[in-house]
């Protein structure tokens, strides 16, 4: 099947700085990839949409500002953690939908987040 | 809005034994019903679609819209078996691929 990888895998942090995680599917196009933040033996929390080419598109709750999303091209999308603080500590998990399909969507190996 | 439940956050059994994690949903639309399971140390990846009706690894599903259920069964669980299980509905249209999931459910099959 596709693979969708993210890296770091892990990141440290100190508050207030900013970390960039990275989304790329490696074997297809997706137009549409999806930010999943995951809280330890919980479920996974929807946060947005990214949308190659346009404004990324946030879920209630989750502060755009923040989250900063950027999808430049058909196997990239980033995920910017801005002005980090330790409540941001998290696992977050990317998944893609290849071009034009509405097939099964395709999950990163998530990236944990830890701010000190 | 829709909301996925999974009522059980631990289930353990024993190999051999039949096993079936319960999955309830809420949506006023027709939904789009999937099992993820995540391995330890893997990641996230598709176990069943409702629309698929097919059997992976001697896993089913089936959606009772009755009953707003798509709970997942085997006859005989195997040790490999255990692992994190999450229930996921799609509202679908434009919106496919924004999953909601439910809690989770820790299957453990015990030697």
């Known amino acids: 099947g596709a693979v969708v990888s993210q890296h770091p895998s892990r990141v440290i942090c100190k508050s207030g700085t900013s970390v960039k995680i990275e989304c790329r599917s490696l074997d297809f196009q997706a137009t549409t990839m999806f930010w999943y933040r995951q809280f330890p033996k919980k479920s996974l929390m929807l946060m947005a949409t990214?949308?190659?080419?346009?404004?990324?598109?946030?879920e209630q709750g989750v502060e755009k500002d923040k989250f900063l999303i950027n999808h430049a091209s058909l196997t990239l999308s980033t995920l910017t953690v801005t002005s980090a603080h330790p409540e941001d500590s998290s696992f977050y998990i990317c998944?893609?939908?290849?071009?034009?399909?509405?097939?099964?969507?395709?999950f990163g190996e998530g990236s944990r987040l830890t701010v000190l | 809005a829709q909301r996925v439940t999974q009522p059980e956050k631990l289930l353990s059994v024993f190999k051999g034994a039949p096993v079936e994690l319960k999955c309830n949903y809420s949506y006023s639309g027709s939904p789009e019903l999937f099992w993820y399971v995540q391995y330890s140390r893997q990641r996230l990846q598709l176990l069943l679609r409702?629309?698929s009706r097919e059997s992976i690894k001697g896993f089913t599903a089936d959606l009772n819209k009755g009953e707003t259920s798509f709970h997942l069964k085997k006859p005989f669980a195997q040790e490999e078996d255990s692992a994190m299980y999450y229930c996921a509905l799609n509202a679908g249209g434009t919106s496919y691929g924004k999953l909601t999931f439910g809690q989770g459910t820790i299957l453990t099959v015990h030697p």
């Open positions: 990214s949308n190659e080419g346009s404004k990324a598109t946030y």
């Open positions: 998944s893609a939908r290849e071009l034009g399909n509405t097939g099964e969507l395709f």
């Open positions: 409702h629309i």
